[in-house]
């Protein structure tokens, strides 16, 4: 299995980005996604996840109403739809990719740069 995540780049602060992740592989959509972060200095932290099952999603409170995920099976896709970003958002983001059980996240992408500018 391979995650490419791309999408990242350098924005002002209040804009969006959206990244997407590609996953090779079969039968995506049993798997869960999630994206996760690592800030300069900190560690890797959860930022969103959708289920395979019935799409839930879950968010960290940092960024509730603000981030989307969503993923699209037909195409292996999994997209994070980022508004309002602020500097505090700056960080590599890392797609992943859960088991089967949908229990843990057992396949990580590259990650992609994300630069907010104030």
């Known amino acids: 299995v391979q995650l490419q995540a791309s999408g990242g780049g350098l924005v002002q602060a209040g804009g969006s980005l959206r990244l997407s992740c590609a996953a090779s592989g079969r039968a995506f959509s049993r798997y869960g996604m999630g994206w996760f972060r690592q800030a300069p200095g900190k560690e890797r932290e959860f930022v969103a996840g959708?289920?395979?099952?019935?799409?839930?999603?879950k968010y960290a409170d940092s960024v509730k109403g603000r981030f989307i995920i969503s993923r699209d099976n037909a195409k292996n896709l999994a997209y994070l739809q980022m508004n309002s970003l602020n500097p505090d958002d700056t960080a590599v983001y890392y797609c992943?990719?859960?088991?089967?059980?949908?229990?843990?996240?057992?396949?990580w992408g590259q990650g992609t740069l994300v630069t907010v500018s104030s």
């Open positions: 992943a990719r859960t088991n089967y059980g949908g229990t843990e996240y057992v396949y």
């Open positions: 959708i289920s395979w099952s019935d799409r839930t999603t």
